[in-house]
């Protein structure tokens, strides 16, 4: 399940959160500043990304994944989101602590997919 902290109020996304926990169900919480890192923080969420695609623009700016990478405690799995356009994108996400790459519109988009799931698996610290 995809939660995203800028469309939830933070009691709501709490909410939504243990919902999902008691159907034994994880969810993605995803942040897009420093604020909103703590706030999937407080409601206690486990698994948090970092979207690099600004919601309003649609611009991507993977850097953003690294500014912000800092901010995500130790404890949580890191989802390093968007961007992805090549091998070189899964390497400086892994670079910058991501523990997991979501990945959609370049597994579309290749030729084989199977092959190019291979190739961003095998990079080191994922």
């Excluded at 600004?54 to 799995?77: G, M, Q, R």
């Amino acid at each position: 399940m995809l939660l995203i902290v800028a469309a939830l109020e933070e009691d709501t996304l709490s909410a939504f959160l243990e919902l999902a926990e008691s159907l034994g169900m994880n969810a993605l919480v995803e942040a897009h500043t420093s604020e909103e890192i703590s706030i999937a923080q407080r409601v206690g969420a486990k698994i948090i990304g970092i979207n690099v695609r600004n919601l309003k623009t649609l611009e991507v700016k993977n850097a953003h994944y690294a500014e912000f990478a800092s901010d995500l405690p130790e404890s949580v799995i890191k989802v390093a989101e968007s961007g992805v356009s090549g091998l070189s994108d899964v390497q400086n996400y892994a670079q910058a602590g991501a523990d997991v790459v979501l990945i959609g519109e370049t597994l579309v988009k290749s030729g084989d997919p199977e092959k190019t799931v291979r190739e961003f698996s095998a990079v080191p610290h994922l």
